[in-house]
């Protein structure tokens, strides 16, 4: 199956999203369904994290470090890290919280002038050092069997998920979006970052634009899942033990 992605290819800018979920898509609890009778429609959908959920540990710093090398990535992380806090005293950081302001100062530092070609190119690279998380893995597969759609929803980077999903049978991306100028990254986003309240808003506006759906699945870790997980008649706080799986 050919998978779909709503943030557009890295050539322009997708709106943000705001719309008001359906009722009966509300969960009480995020570990509990939805009390009252599901709404009437297709199959199910399952939404997934991606970083510390379907995999071990977060994608970003492993493509940066494709990118311009690892150690350079870890050096440029604990800088943006710095930044961000000494910015933030001041009330002047780039994102809407602290770890949104990491990740704009990394982003700008390690990917502006950066081909898109190339970042393409470390994407393919990242494959085989991906950790995959097998019981979650088991789980996606396992909604697939039963005829649900399946949507990621993550906060990594459009640039490099289509290669690292490649195999799976996905039919949605929710992902943040790089823009690109002239074939070439500004290190600036072309969406909103795709992770907490602005992943709920694209979850909702995914449900809104593509339902009605019999019932709704969520996997995600906490607590930056929380909110879409709220909107899930089933969610699930995923929690990864030390030992790595692979697919």
């Not at 940066?64 to 800088?79: F, H, K, P, S």
């Not at 490099?160 to 070439?184: I, N």
């Not at 019999?214 to 030992?243: C, F, Q």
Request: charged share 20%; aromatic share 4%.
């Amino acid at each position: 199956m050919v998978m779909q992605t709503t943030s557009v290819p890295p050539r322009g800018i997708e709106p943000r999203i705001s719309l008001t979920p359906p009722a009966p898509l509300l969960a009480t609890a995020p570990d509990s369904p939805v009390s009252g009778p599901l709404v009437s429609g297709p199959a199910g959908v399952a939404f997934f994290d991606f970083d510390g959920t379907l995999i071990h540990g977060d994608s970003l710093p492993m493509f940066v470090g494709e990118v311009i090398g690892r150690r350079r990535a870890a050096l440029a992380l604990a800088d943006a890290i710095r930044s961000a806090l000494h910015r933030h005293v001041r009330g002047r950081g780039p994102g809407c919280d602290f770890p949104g302001s990491v990740k704009a100062i990394y982003l700008k530092r390690t990917l502006r002038g950066l081909p898109v070609a190339d970042a393409l190119a470390a994407a393919e690279r990242m494959i085989p050092r991906v950790r995959w998380h097998q019981p979650m893995l088991d789980v996606l597969k396992d909604h697939r069997r039963q005829g649900r759609r399946v949507v990621v929803a993550t906060g990594a980077l459009d640039l490099y998920m289509p290669a690292l999903l490649r195999g799976l049978e996905v039919d949605d991306l929710l992902a943040t979006g790089m823009e690109v100028v002239d074939g070439t990254l500004t290190g600036r986003l072309s969406t909103a970052n795709c992770v907490r309240l602005d992943k709920a808003e694209r979850v909702t506006g995914w449900i809104a634009d593509n339902g009605p759906v019999a019932a709704t699945w969520g996997y995600g870790n906490h607590p930056s899942d929380l909110p879409m997980l709220a909107l899930m008649h089933k969610g699930e706080v995923v929690r990864i033990r030390r030992r790595s799986n692979h697919r």
